[in-house]
């Protein structure tokens, strides 16, 4: 048999044609929903468990950091004896009202900036100048225009997030497809219906995503806010703590702020799933 003749053979052998059967550890391979919550709850398990092991087993000092069961305790005298409940409630609200506030006029201007050359040219310098200044070095004079109420915590938030929403917004809309604007052009479409039926609807889901990314940046300018001058908030209790040493209190406050910024992220995520459905089978 020639060498032509056999290769259709083993061309039809099905060991030939059986794709390979890649691991999950696979690069880039999906892993399914329910592995996926297991690893991601594994990790805190280890985590929690070497945390007990330093701490309980002597290899480092209740006073620099405590140990799970404390932090429970103290958790449990938190929530029954000292209110923490509404510091929680005052930290979540003025996230929110800062984020929200920022996210109102942020997204407009971003726009603007993405889809006319002119406004980006105006705004950008100052946007981009201004994106770089940490928000904590507003406090200062916040506190003189605003005093130490709640409006000084809310701006610092607002601050935090604007500028970062208006550059992000501004480059998503900018980076929409030209193909489409020229199908829209052709179609008739004025420029400001260009704006309103071809790059809004198209950049509206990575915007969404945007602004789930920020929301999670303005839980780290909050404690920033409460530091100084508050007498409300988790940031607050943890600086009570601070001077008392109580290092159970600290790593509480800070555990209850990942987790509820946890929580805020995905109920963002599946609001952006049922928003835009499409996104997310390209």
Known sequence: MSRSQAMPSAL????ATAPRRRSHWAPLEPVSLRARWLLGLGFFVVFVLVWAG????????????????TMAQEAWLLFTEYGFHKDIGM?????LGGFVLAAVIAVPLGIAMGAYKGVEAFFEPFVSFCRYLPASAFIPLLILWAGIGELQ?????FIGSFFQIVLMVAVIVGGARKDLVEAAYTLGASGRGIVRRV???GAAPEIAET?????????TYVIVAELIGSSSGIGHMITDSQALLNTGQIIFGIIVIGLIGLV??????ALNRRLFVWSFFK
Do not use: H, Y
């Open 153 to 157: 915590k809310v701006l610092v938030i």
């Open 199 to 201: 790059l809004i609807p």
């Open 54 to 69: 330093f701490t309980l087993g002597g290899f480092v000092s209740p006073t620099f950091l405590a140990s799970p069961v």
């Open 91 to 95: 930290t979540v609200w003025r996230v």
């Open 211 to 219: 602004l789930r990314l920020v929301l999670g940046w303005a839980w």
């Open 264 to 269: 805020s992220d995905f109920a963002f995520k």
């Open 12 to 15: 039809a052998s099905p060991t």
